[in-house]
C-alpha cells in the first residue's frame, strides 16, 4: 500500500484474522482424528504439500502452490468431510551446511562481524544452450527448461543474505552452527502459516534429518527396504558433480542448471603424427591426441579435417603415463573427475597452447578413408562445450561443409592462418551415409538448396543442420564402413563400441548447460561409485505407469509431463557425503540425498503425532523411543507386514498407529509446482508402488506454474519479492488468499496482482458494513416467500451459484470458484437490489444470499466466513464445518430470460440515448418537453415465412456430435429445393436468405445451438410485461408499453418512426424500441 493511505479497512481484516485464530486455536477445529471405521468415498480427505526448504522464510511462491492445497482441503472440510492437512520442513540435503560453512569462512576471512571490500565480484552467469552447439544428435535440439530463478540470491557474502532476513549480527553468528538454521526457521514459518490461516493439524508437523530421531528411523526403515526388494545398488555412474562440496550435486543443491543431465560424447582420438613441431617438441615420445568430443561416432568414415577455433585456449593434459590429450581446460578438468587423469580429480597441463599452434598439425584419426588429415582454423568452434576439438565430415554437416569451401575457394583465407594448400585442397568429401531426400551428400546438396553462401551464415546453417541431421540420423542408411546397408540409428552404437574397444575413443561426459552448486562452485560431471536407487527399471516402470494411469491429474499437460518423465528417468543417486540428513543404514558413511527422504513420507504424517508428541524435534522420548520402532514395526504399519510380537510398544499404541495409517491412506491429493514433475513426483510414485500395495497408491496430483508479482518475475535483487508475512501484514491473510485464488489456474505462470489483494480488502470490509446495514434495517424488509420477478430470477442465480462453485471447487478451478461463488453472486444481489425498486427486497432471500455467500468464500476467505457466521449472522458451530449450503437446480430458462431482459434495457438505453443525442444536434435549443415519454417496445415471438424455413435447414444440416454444418453447397441446394427457393427468382431468394443464414452459423459458434430454435424458450411478452417497471426506471420514461408489429393501431400510434420499424424489425430475441414524447 502507498504510504499516507489509509490502512484502517486492512487492520479491520487483521483485528478479525486474530480474534478468529484465536478461537481456532481455543477449539482446535484443525485436529484430525481417525474415525472408528473405514471412510467410505467423500468421507476423509488426506492432502499434502512438499514441505518447504528451511534455509529462509516462506514467500508467496510457497504460499500460491499452498493455496491450492488449502482451498481444497477447506472445501471438503465445509461439506463435511474429515480432514487432513499436515505440514512438515525439509532441512535434508547440502544448502544449509554449505551456506554455515560460508558464515564460518567469512567470519575467518572478513573478522567478526565481517567487513567486506567495497567491490562485489560479479556472479557467474548461467550459458544457455543453443541448438549450434550441440554436435550430431537430432534429440539434442530440444532444451529443458528450468527454474528461471537462481535459488543463490543476488548477494555475494551469506552474512548479506541473513541481514537481508533482519537479523542482527549477534543472532547471524549463531548460524554458523548448521541445526540452529533448523531451530530458527521451522517455528518462524509455522506462525507465518498459522498467520495465513492453514487449516493444519499442526501435532503432525516434523523436521528431516537426523535431529528428528522417529524421522531419522522412517527414513532407514524405507531405504533398507528398498535395499531389501534389490532397487538400491552400488554402481559406477556419471553425475552431476560439485568438486567443491566433494560430492553429487542434484537438483535440490544447485543454484542455478536444475534439471540438467549429463550430456555424453565420444572422444575421437586424433593420433598427432610425429615429428611434432616445435611448439609441441616437449612431448616428443608421447602418445599424443587431439580429442575431439562427437556425439555422432557413426560419421567417422567421412572425416577430411578436424577444426580448432584460432584464438582458443587450449592445453596438453595428462591422462595416463603413455597418453596426452590436446583439449580445452575445462574438458580436462570434467575428464579428471571421469578416471582420465594421471593425477586423480587433479588435470595436469604439460603445455599452455592457442588454436594458432595447432594449425596444420597431421593427424591420423580413428575409421577415416584419409590416411592423414590437418587441424585447420574455423571460426565458429565453440569451447565451453566439448573439448574445442571438433572432426569435420563435410559429406553430413552443412557447417563443415561451408568451413572447407571457404579454406579451399580463398586463398587469402588460407595465408591468415598459415594454412597449407596440401592441408586443404586435395580433400574431397566422401559419402558416408544416404539421406532419403538429400543424397549421399547431403550436407552439399542443401547448403546449394537454401544459397548458403558462407560459414558465417549462421539462420541459414543451423536451418540446415537441423534438417540433415534429423533426416540423416532417423531416416539415413550407411553407405561406407563394415556396417553399410545399416540404418544410421542402428549403426551408431555398433560404431561407437568398436571404437571403444580398440582403444581409439573413450567416453566423455559433461554437463548439458552450465551447472552452479549452492557453494558457488561449477560443477563437473563425474564417474563416481555410489548408491542409487533403480528408477526406471523395466518392471518397477510399468507398476509406476499403471499408478499414474488410476491419478487424477487435473491436466493432460500434467500427464504428459509425467509419461515424459517415466520415459527417460533412470538410476538416481541417493548418497551424499555432505550435508545433513539421515545415514545410509548400511553404509553410515554416507547420508540420504533430499530427493531421496522426500517420496513417502506423506505416510509418516499418519503415525508422527503418537510418536512425538505434538513436537516436530521428537524431542520428547519419554513415551516412545526411536529404537523402538524396528523394521518390523514400520513393516507391519505401513506395509501390512506380520504383527511385530517381539516389539517392546504397547499394543494399543501399535493398533491405534495402525488404525491412522489404514483410515487416512491413500492419500487424496498432493499439490506441487510443476518442476517437481521431473524428480521429487515421479520418486513418489515409485516408492508407493514399491513399497505399499495397490490400494494405497497415490490418488491425485495437482501442478501448478509459477508465480509472478504484478505481471513480472518473483526476484529478491529487483525488489519484486514478498514472503508470506510480509504479504499478510501489507494486505491480511484473507486478502493474500483471495489474490492467491484470483492469480490463476492451470500450469502456467500465474500473477498475484497487488492492486487486486487491496481491491479485496475493500471488497470484503464494504460487504461487511453492507450485511450490518441490512441486518440493522431488517424490519423494513419485505417478508414472505418470494413473489415476484426479481425474487425468483435472484433465488435462481443463488442456486447456479451453489452449483457452479461447488464444480469449480472439486476442479480445484480456485480462479473460477472465486468468480461465481463471489463476483458472480455480488453482481447479482446488485441486480436484485436494482430489479426490486420501491417493493424492496425480500428479506428471507437475503438472509439466504448472506449465508450462501459467506459458505462459498469460506475455503478462500476463511476468518472473514467465520467473522461474519458469529458476529453477524449468529450462528452456531463454525462455518469452517457448517456444510455445503443446500441449493436447487438451476434453471436455464430463467436465466436465460433474466439475460434477455437485461440485454434488452441496455439496448433500448444505448438507443435513447442516440436518439436524445441526434434530438440535441439538430434543435440547439430543444427543450426538455421533447425529451420521450413513453416507450412502445415491439415483439415477435417467433420466426415465420422464410426465415423459419431458413432455420429449418440449418438445424437440418447440423451435426451436433461434431457441432458443425454441412458444406455450404449442400446447405444452397437444400434452400434450392425448399418451397422458398422454388419461389420466384432463386438468386434474389439467395441474396436474401444466405446472409441470415451466415449470421445464424456464426450465432451459433457463439452461442450454441439454440440460435437455430424458432422460438426462445420462454414469453418475451411476459417478461416484458412483468417488468415494466423496472423497464422505466432505468430508462427514465414515464409509460412503456409492449406492443405487436402486426398490430395496425400500434403502427398508425408510432407514426413517422414506422421506418424504424421496417429497417429494423424485431425478431426473437430481438425487440424493436421505438421511443415518443407524448
Not at 563443415?400 to 571457404?406: N, R, S, V
Not at 595465408?415 to 594448400?421: I, L, N, T
Not at 513399497?691 to 509459477?706: A, D, I, S, Y
Not at 441496455?906 to 425529451?931: F, P, Y
Amino acid at each position: 500500500m502507498d504510504s499516507g493511505k489509509s490502512f484502517a479497512r486492512r487492520d479491520k481484516l487483521l483485528e478479525i484474522e486474530s480474534q478468529v485464530r484465536k478461537l481456532w486455536e481455543e477449539n482446535d477445529v484443525f485436529r484430525a482424528e481417525a474415525g472408528a471405521e473405514p471412510p467410505k468415498e467423500g468421507e476423509k480427505f488426506f492432502g499434502n504439500f512438499p514441505f518447504p526448504y528451511m534455509n529462509g522464510n516462506l514467500h508467496l511462491g510457497h504460499a500460491f502452490s499452498l493455496s491450492k492445497l488449502e482451498f481444497a482441503a477447506a472445501f471438503h472440510r465445509l461439506r463435511g468431510a474429515n480432514v487432513l492437512l499436515p505440514f512438515a520442513f525439509h532441512c535434508t540435503g547440502m544448502p544449509i551446511k554449505a551456506s554455515a560453512d560460508k558464515l564460518c569462512r567469512e567470519v575467518q576471512k572478513f573478522g567478526n562481524p565481517p567487513v567486506f571490500p567495497d567491490v562485489a565480484e560479479e556472479a557467474p552467469k548461467e550459458v544457455a544452450l543453443k541448438p549450434e552447439e550441440v554436435e550430431g544428435a537430432p534429440d539434442k535440439f530440444k532444451g529443458k527448461k528450468s527454474k528461471a530463478v537462481s535459488k543463490a540470491g543476488g548477494d555475494k557474502y551469506q552474512w548479506e543474505i541473513m541481514r537481508s532476513y533482519g537479523l542482527s549480527d549477534s543472532e547471524i553468528l549463531k548460524f554458523q552452527d548448521p541445526y540452529y538454521w533448523l531451530t530458527y526457521f521451522p517455528p518462524l514459518a509455522v506462525e507465518d502459516l498459522k498467520s495465513f490461516g492453514l487449516g493444519c493439524d499442526w501435532r503432525r508437523t516434523f523436521i528431516t534429518t537426523d535431529m528428528n530421531p522417529f524421522f531419522d528411523s522412517f527414513v532407514r526403515w524405507q531405504l533398507l527396504k528398498l535395499k531389501g526388494m534389490g532397487k538400491v545398488v552400488k554402481d559406477l555412474r556419471y553425475t552431476i558433480y560439485s568438486p567443491f562440496d566433494g560430492q553429487p550435486c542434484a537438483d535440490h543443491d544447485r543454484a542455478s542448471g536444475e534439471g540438467v543431465n549429463p550430456q555424453e560424447y565420444t572422444l575421437i582420438k586424433m593420433e598427432v603424427v610425429s615429428p611434432f613441431p616445435q611448439k609441441l617438441g616437449a612431448l616428443e615420445g608421447k602418445k599424443v591426441y587431439l580429442a575431439a568430443a562427437t556425439l555422432r561416432p557413426e560419421t567417422m568414415y567421412g572425416q577430411t579435417n578436424s577444426w580448432v577455433l584460432p584464438d582458443g585456449k587450449y592445453g596438453a593434459f595428462e591422462i595416463n603415463d603413455e597418453e596426452v590429450f590436446i583439449l580445452t581446460e575445462k574438458s580436462a578438468r570434467n575428464l579428471a573427475y571421469q578416471r582420465l587423469s594421471r593425477v586423480p580429480q587433479k588435470p595436469t597441463c604439460l603445455l599452455e597452447l592457442t588454436g594458432h599452434d595447432l594449425i596444420g598439425l597431421p593427424l591420423r584419426s580413428p575409421l577415416a578413408f584419409n590416411d592423414i588429415i590437418y587441424s585447420l582454423p574455423m571460426m565458429s568452434v565453440l569451447t565451453d562445450k566439448g573439448t574445442g576439438i571438433v572432426t569435420s565430415v563435410p559429406s553430413d554437416s552443412p557447417d563443415d561443409f561451408m568451413a572447407l569451401q571457404d579454406l579451399k575457394s580463398k586463398p587469402a583465407f588460407r595465408a591468415k592462418f598459415g594454412v597449407k594448400d596440401e592441408w586443404v585442397l586435395p580433400f574431397e568429401i566422401i559419402p558416408i551415409i544416404h539421406h532419403p531426400d538429400f543424397g549421399d551428400k547431403s550436407a552439399e546438396k542443401i547448403c546449394t538448396d537454401m544459397k548458403i553462401q558462407s560459414q558465417n551464415d549462421r539462420e541459414k546453417l543451423d536451418a540446415a543442420k537441423k534438417i540433415i541431421y534429423k533426416g540423416g540420423f532417423y531416416e539415413g542408411t550407411m553407405v561406407a564402413g563394415e556396417y553399410a546397408g545399416l540404418k544410421v540409428q542402428d549403426a551408431k552404437n555398433l560404431i561407437k563400441n568398436k571404437l571403444l574397444d580398440i582403444g581409439q575413443a573413450v567416453i566423455y561426459s559433461e554437463p548439458e548447460k552450465k551447472v552452479m552448486s549452492r557453494s558457488g562452485d561449477e560443477c563437473v560431471v563425474a564417474l563416481t561409485d555410489q548408491w542409487y536407487i533403480t528408477y526406471g527399471e523395466e518392471n518397477w516402470k510399468k507398476d509406476a505407469e499403471r499408478c499414474l494411469e488410476g491419478m487424477n491429474l487435473f491436466y493432460d499437460e500434467t500427464r504428459h509431463g509425467f509419461e515424459h518423465t517415466l520415459g527417460w528417468l533412470n538410476q538416481w543417486a541417493c548418497s551424499r557425503s555432505f550435508g545433513l540428513g539421515t545415514r545410509i543404514p548400511w553404509d553410515e558413511e554416507f547420508l540420504v540425498e533430499s530427493l531421496s527422504d522426500s517420496t513417502l513420507y506423506m505416510a509418516y504424517y499418519t503415525v508422527c503425532h503418537l510418536l512425538q508428541g505434538g513436537d516436530m524435534y521428537g524431542a520428547d522420548t519419554s513415551s516412545v523411543k526411536p529404537e523402538q520402532l524396528t523394521y518390523e514395526v514400520w513393516d507391519f504399519l505401513l506395509c501390512d507386514g506380520p504383527y511385530p510380537s517381539s516389539s517392546s510398544l504397547s499394543p494399543s499404541l501399535l493398533d491405534e498407529m495402525k488404525k491412522e495409517f489404514k483410515y487416512w491412506y491413500p492419500f487424496d491429493l498432493r499439490v506441487s509446482g510443476k518442476d517437481l514433475i521431473q524428480n521429487h513426483l515421479t520418486f513418489c510414485i515409485y516408492n508407493h508402488t514399491a513399497l505399499m500395495p495397490k490400494n494405497h497408491w497415490p490418488r491425485g496430483f495437482r501442478c501448478n506454474g509459477h508465480l509472478m508479482l504484478n505481471s513480472e518475475k518473483m526476484s529478491k535483487s529487483t525488489g519484486n519479492f514478498r514472503t508470506l508475512r510480509q504479504a499478510i501484514e501489507e494486505f491480511s491473510a484473507d486478502a493474500t488468499r483471495f489474490s492467491l485464488a484470483d492469480a490463476g489456474d492451470g500450469m502456467d505462470d500465474a500473477n498475484f496482482v497487488f492492486e487486486t489483494a487491496n481491491a479485496a480488502i475493500l471488497r470484503l470490509t464494504k460487504e461487511i458494513t453492507w450485511m450490518e446495514e441490512v441486518l440493522a434495517s431488517e424490519s423494513t424488509l419485505r417478508v414472505g416467500p418470494p413473489s415476484c420477478y426479481a425474487d425468483h430470477v435472484f433465488a435462481n442465480e443463488i442456486n447456479i451459484a451453489v452449483n457452479m462453485t461447488e464444480k469449480n471447487y472439486k476442479d480445484l478451478m480456485f480462479r473460477e470458484a472465486l468468480k461465481t461463488g463471489f463476483y458472480d453472486l455480488q453482481a447479482a444481489r446488485d441486480e436484485y437490489r436494482l430489479s426490486c425498486g420501491s417493493a424492496g427486497m425480500n428479506r428471507d432471500l437475503l438472509w439466504w444470499f448472506m449465508d450462501v455467500q459467506t459458505r462459498l468464500i469460506t475455503p478462500i476467505c476463511p476468518h472473514y466466513g467465520e467473522y461474519v457466521w458469529k458476529e453477524l449472522l449468529k450462528k452456531n458451530g463454525f462455518i469452517i464445518k457448517a456444510g455445503w449450503p443446500e441449493a436447487g437446480l438451476p434453471d436455464p430458462t430463467l436465466k436465460r430470460a433474466n439475460k434477455y431482459l437485461q440485454d434488452s434495457i441496455v439496448t433500448m438505453r444505448k438507443l435513447l440515448q442516440k436518439q436524445a443525442s441526434g434530438s440535441k444536434k439538430g434543435k440547439a435549443n430543444a427543450s426538455s418537453q421533447n425529451k420521450p415519454t413513453v416507450g412502445l417496445i415491439f415483439v415477435n415471438e417467433q420466426y415465420d415465412g422464410w426465415k423459419r424455413e431458413c432455420l429449418n435447414i440449418l438445424r437440418d444440416k447440423f451435426d451436433s456430435g461434431t457441432c458443425t454444418f454441412a458444406p455450404d453447397q449442400e446447405i444452397l441446394k437444400a434452400l434450392q429445393e425448399s418451397s422458398v427457393g422454388k419461389e420466384g427468382n432463386f438468386k434474389q431468394t439467395q441474396k436474401l436468405c444466405m446472409p441470415f443464414m451466415r449470421f445464424k452459423k456464426d450465432e451459433v459458434a457463439a452461442v450454441g445451438v439454440q440460435a437455430l430454435d424458432l422460438k426462445l424458450p420462454f414469453g418475451e411478452i411476459k417478461v416484458l410485461v412483468e417488468n415494466l417497471e423496472l423497464i422505466k426506471r432505468q430508462l427514465g420514461l414515464e409509460k412503456v408499453e409492449v406492443l405487436s408489429p402486426t398490430d395496425p393501431d400500434a403502427i398508425t400510434r408510432v407514426g413517422p418512426n414506422a421506418s424504424l420499424l421496417k429497417q429494423n424489425p424485431p425478431s426473437p430475441g430481438n425487440p424493436t424500441a421505438i421511443f415518443l414524447n407524448e
